[in-house]
């Protein structure tokens, strides 16, 4: 088998991951990085071990031998440089949200379909294997109808007015934040699991921090928590902290949820029950490997992740034996071994969120926006 080699964009929190993730495969080489600036490659490539860097990402574009792409920036540059790399022929599996409207997502999903290129919005958290056990119990029947959906996603990292990270400016990472950031997976969630679409919603938004300390250098996805700038400036916000959001999915299901970055003690929290007319089910991203199952005429079930013991459909999910945890990172490594499976095969199935997915996902958040500003229901 010829091995893949793929350029990653972006140095920060995800670039890394997704340069550990796609190291994990075994069939795909990170032959280049590119950064903002040169020496930030440099110095990220020098850690990862990657000898091939850049401050400008075009320059990797132009190498024929790069078949794909990972877009880990931060959001405003999502669309510019998904474009560029379709246009230069190259796969793409960017991270969301996919655009900063949905006018540039729906430009990216016609690209990849003229190109006939693998294209793929980065919904990995669908990938934990008890997730996919949940999608397997719901497709047999073992919920029976779905009634009605709850939960939350739910964080504190940015609790306090001295929080601070390229997400809260706009102009790095567009008009939403914190539904954007958290709420859009929330919503793929929602939809793949129970294989209902949102139809209408009514949300609303909350900023609670009308300022906030911007510290005068920039600061790593998640990692503010642990630093304490001398020098910062204090500017006003206008992305939410908070959302709450009532559901209508299909002709008959409801829900409600939550999304936070200000709950303190969460530390990413994504919640989702789901109550269908034979069973419930509840799943939490902070215990990813435990799985609750309810029952009205008998003994509620508590499972924790074991291959044997899942639905058929859902076992490639899992790698490793019951009792041996698989987590956040191992997502990463579920979604790119698919998508590269379709980079090498083009008639291969796909099995990932695609670039319609990214563009339903702004299509959910205009609503969200709209709805909040007016106070009332929109339709989706």
């Known amino acids: 088998m010829r091995k893949l080699k793929t350029?990653?964009?972006?140095?920060?929190?995800?670039?890394?991951?997704?340069?550990?993730?796609i190291r994990r495969l075994g069939n795909v080489e990170v032959a280049g990085i590119a950064a903002s600036n040169a020496e930030?490659?440099?110095?990220?490539?020098?850690?990862?071990?990657?000898?091939?860097?850049?401050?400008?990402?075009?320059?990797?574009?132009?190498?024929p031998s790069i078949d794909a792409v990972h877009v880990c920036t931060p959001n405003v540059l999502h669309f510019p440089m998904a474009k560029a790399a379709m246009e230069a022929g190259k796969h793409v599996l960017c991270e969301k949200p996919l655009a900063t409207s949905v006018a540039e997502a729906q430009q990216?999903?016609?690209?990849?379909?003229?190109?006939?290129?693998?294209?793929?919005?980065?919904?990995n958290l669908r990938y934990y294997p008890l997730v996919q056990n949940i999608r397997r119990l719901r497709e047999a029947g073992e919920l029976g109808e779905i009634y009605a959906v709850q939960g939350t996603y739910s964080q504190d990292w940015l609790l306090y007015d001295t929080d601070w990270n390229w997400?809260?400016?706009?102009?790095?990472?567009?008009?939403?934040?914190?539904?954007?950031?958290?709420?859009?997976?929330?919503?793929?969630?929602?939809?793949?699991?129970?294989?209902?679409?949102?139809?209408?919603?009514?949300?609303?938004?909350?900023?609670?921090?009308?300022?906030?300390?911007k510290p005068k250098g920039s600061i790593e996805t998640f990692a503010g928590k642990n630093t304490q700038p001398d020098e910062f400036e204090e500017v006003a916000i206008d992305t939410e902290d908070f959302a709450a959001v009532l559901l209508r999915l299909g002709d008959r299901a409801r829900g409600a949820f939550t999304v936070s970055q200000v709950s303190s003690g969460r530390k990413n929290r994504l919640c989702m029950e789901?109550?269908?007319?034979?069973?419930?089910?509840?799943?939490?991203?902070?215990?990813?490997?435990?799985?609750?199952?309810?029952?009205?005429?008998e003994p509620n079930r508590f499972i924790v992740k074991d291959p044997s013991l899942m639905q058929p459909e859902a076992?490639?999910?899992?790698?490793?034996?019951?009792?041996h945890s698989e987590g956040y990172d191992d997502t990463f490594k579920q979604l790119f071994r698919r998508f590269y499976r379709?980079?090498?095969?083009?008639?291969a199935a796909v099995e990932y969120p695609q670039f319609s997915d990214g563009l339903r996902q702004l299509q959910i958040l205009d609503k969200v926006l709209d709805s909040s500003s007016k106070h009332a229901w929109a339709d989706v």
């Open 40 to 63: 930030k490659a440099r110095k990220f490539g020098e850690e990862v071990g990657v000898e091939r860097t850049t401050g400008d990402y075009r320059e990797l574009l132009k190498d």
């Open 274 to 297: 789901i109550y269908g007319s034979k069973a419930s089910v509840t799943w939490d991203q902070e215990k990813p490997d435990e799985l609750w199952i309810g029952h009205r005429n």
């Open 7 to 21: 350029a990653v964009f972006g140095t920060g929190f995800m670039g890394r991951v997704h340069t550990e993730g």
């Open 342 to 347: 379709t980079v090498a095969d083009r008639s």
């Open 108 to 123: 990216l999903v016609t690209l990849a379909k003229e190109k006939n290129l693998a294209n793929c919005t980065f919904h």
């Open 315 to 323: 076992r490639s999910y899992a790698d490793l034996p019951g009792g």
């Open 167 to 213: 997400r809260i400016d706009p102009a790095a990472n567009g008009r939403s934040r914190c539904f954007a950031d958290i709420g859009t997976h929330w919503c793929d969630m929602v939809e793949h699991l129970t294989g209902l679409r949102i139809t209408s919603l009514c949300a609303d938004l909350q900023t609670f921090h009308k300022t906030r300390k």
